[in-house]
């Protein structure tokens, strides 16, 4: 069984290697069938662009082709030489917030031979710019005007962080850590664009997967207003997946992380 882990917006390939890292090595699984690529504009990439490419749909074709050249013993590979690779069988979608609308995408689009996915805080619905994205275009809009430390100090007084803050203090804390994030300006286009993108149209496409023996199974926190636990009920409701909560990320993210490893660990060594 081969392995892709997929990481949020804003965030790099270490991100859900540092979480999942651990558990996929407890189970067993060899370090050449684990690959994390970077999405567009993240980590290593040095692809930025335009606006249009960052299509959901788009980014999906580039990270599945990435993959398939990466599990096919290619390197780390880009999207453009990556178009025809071929990819290991059976395959294991792990998702991270952006990641698990991707991890979505290439599931419905059947750009990987995927048998089971797991989409963790998904903060990606049917709707373009919903209430829990709206603060990234402020913050991509900040970088570009202002740069990232002034940037920063605007967006302490906006209304979004301010929302997001009182709900959750580890939530204003990481969308202030976007102005931080390496080459932020530059790529500050991620930001104003992907939280354009739905994931699904219609929550009937989500059942597509089981009709096609896709197991899935959904992670969910509470008091996350950028990841809201209702859109993970969603998720799990329309998919016919079981739905996992983990401790909010305010009640200390060791918590949180731990109970993200044990429940994903329980759930990939039973299925």
Known sequence: MSFVLLHGLGADRGQPLGLFGPVLERLGVPAAGIVAPDVRAHGASTLVGDPADFAIDR????????????LAGGGAGTAASASNAP??????LIGISMGAALALRICLLRLLPVERAVFVRPAFGDRSLPPNLRPFPVIGELLRELGAVDGA?????????????????????????????????????RLVEIPRNR??????????????????LVVGAPRDPVHPFALAERWAGALGSPLERVPARDDGQAAQDAAMRSLVGDWLSRR
């Open 59 to 70: 980014i999906a074709r580039e990270v599945a082709a990435e993959a398939g050249v990466m």
């Open 87 to 92: 990819a290991a069988r059976p395959l294991t």
């Open 153 to 189: 100090e605007r967006f302490r007084h906006t209304e979004p962080y301010l929302r997001v803050a009182h709900e959750s203090p580890a939530g204003g804390r990481g969308l202030l850590a976007q102005f931080r994030a390496p080459d932020a300006a530059r790529r500050a286009v």
């Open 199 to 216: 994931a699904f149209a219609r929550e009937a496409e989500l059942g597509d997967l089981a009709s096609r023996g896709i197991r899935t």
